[in-house]
């Protein structure tokens, strides 16, 4: 198993919070900080994501660095897929373009765009140790750090506590009691005119997302796997991986709308957020919005939203959430770097994480935060379900490296093709198999 202990070795208390961030945690510092350039104030353009509320905080935080610094920021709009922002990025990079400064950085990407990337070593040797040890590892490629981590991400089962109260039903574990329970519902709601109603929605469509769900439901499975093993060996082509797709098949039509099959987060976010679905699979960030009284993100369910780990499969299996997360780092052909890098800074350090946290639910990349009373009045979930964030599966991407993209490609088109019933679960692994090898040409990725 390619279990990734995110946070093992996590110590909330004390020594953590002692250590001070670049800019967080004293207040004067950052202030005083003023960024040295021969040439006086710069332009900076910063791309940090199009989900839920990614553009609106990043300006709000970018202008705030601005204002201290007297430099300035623009925002590079990015589209919402984690696939087609890597592909816009490394048609920037492979022009050498200087167009762009600082880069939002997935989880899965450092081994693929790790040419195009500042080294921050030096420049983060004081907050470096501030992070979970294991991002700033999956962050660091032939001993360079290429990115700051950001904000981790972790799939969560996201319900309807009202629903559940008056249908009397109990919160699943499994995926067979989510299931029994997303038609109950679905049939009851529907019957009294409430003909919108879903039991389940998730993001099924052919995209990085559906790698991401994919994973949930074969590494939920006792022996499901990881795609890849650590030793980038294929493992994904077993009978367990293939039930698991072939169960998400059988949602699809039944207790998940035929829509979900071109489903990603904020599809999700909205058909739950409208009051039309029971259950559904998302990233923390969705709970500050479901719960948010903005009125332009019209909540019809806020504060009757409960948030669980994502169920298992049958007795022997393991509730498995896939590892996400952000990262910020420097590009490689920016005019501007030394500047680029004080902003990366300013915007990872622990005093900006925690107005995220707090105001947006992203979760923080600094342990110390997990016992920050403030965040957790907001995010009690941060506390209760820290064994999700612990224990959270990581896509293949260090084990496949440059490949990563292809191999999960691959895998999203596998799993594509079964939910969307052009093939079962064994003949579609079987496929993936050979595909997957094609990719590796060889015994290495
Ligand atoms: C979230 C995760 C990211 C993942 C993406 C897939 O943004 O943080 O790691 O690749 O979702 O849609």
Redesign the pocket.
């Known amino acids: 198993m390619k279990t990734k202990k995110l946070l093992t070795g996590l110590v909330l208390g004390a020594a953590a919070a002692l250590v001070l961030s670049a800019c967080g945690g004293d207040k004067g510092k950052a202030d005083d900080k003023k960024v040295e350039s021969t040439n006086g104030p710069v332009e900076l353009t910063i791309s940090c994501g199009s989900?839920g509320q990614d553009a609106e905080m990043c300006k709000k935080l970018t202008e705030q660095w601005a204002a201290k610094t007297g430099n300035k920021v623009k925002m590079f709009a990015v589209p919402p897929?984690?696939s087609d922002i890597l592909a816009l990025f490394r048609q920037q990079f492979s022009a050498k373009s200087a167009e762009l400064d600082v880069v939002m950085v997935?989880?899965?990407w450092p081994g693929m765009i790790k040419n195009d990337l500042v080294d921050l070593t030096q420049a983060a040797k004081d907050v470096q140790k501030d992070h979970f040890p294991a991002i700033i590892a999956n962050n660091t490629i032939d001993g360079k750090l290429l990115a700051m981590p950001w904000f981790t991400?972790a799939g969560l089962l996201y319900y309807r506590k009202d629903l559940l109260e008056k249908y009397q039903a109990k919160v699943p574990t499994t995926w067979e009691e989510l299931t029994a329970t997303s038609q109950k519902i679905q049939d009851g709601e529907r019957a009294s005119g409430n003909k919108n109603m879903n039991g389940y929605v998730f993001?099924g469509k052919a995209?990085?997302?559906l790698t991401?769900n994919a994973l949930e439901w074969v590494s939920s499975y006792k022996d499901g796997g990881t795609i890849i093993d650590k030793t980038g060996k294929i493992t994904i082509n077993n009978p367990q991986a293939a039930k698991a797709l072939d169960m998400a098949a059988g949602w699809i039509g039944t207790i998940s709308p035929q829509g979900v099959l071109n489903y990603?987060?904020e599809d999700a976010r909205g058909v739950f957020q409208n009051g039309d679905a029971v259950f559904m699979r998302n990233?923390p960030y969705a709970w500050a919005l479901v719960n948010g009284s903005d009125p332009k993100q019209a909540s019809k369910v806020k504060g009757n939203v409960g948030i669980v780990p994502l169920p298992k499969a049958g007795a022997d299996g393991s509730s498995t959430a896939t590892l996400?997360?952000?990262q910020l780092g420097v590009s490689q052909y920016s005019k501007n770097q030394a500047a680029a890098i004080d902003l990366v800074l300013y915007l990872t350090s622990k005093e900006v994480q925690k107005q995220r946290a707090i105001e947006g639910a992203y979760n923080p990349t600094i342990p110390a935060l997990y016992a920050d009373a403030d965040i957790l009045t907001k995010n009690p979930f941060f506390k209760d379900l820290l064994q999700v964030f612990e224990n959270a599966v990581a896509r293949p991407s260090t084990a496949t490296g440059e490949k990563y993209n292809e191999v999960s490609n691959a895998f999203w088109d596998s799993a594509s093709s079964v939910i969307s019933g052009k093939a079962k679960g064994a003949e579609a692994l079987s496929k993936l198999e050979g595909d997957l090898d094609r990719v590796r040409q060889g015994e290495k990725w």
Do not use: A, K, L, Y
């Open positions: 989900v897929n984690t997935d989880v899965v991400d993001q995209t990085e997302s991401c990603g987060e990233w996400g997360g952000w």
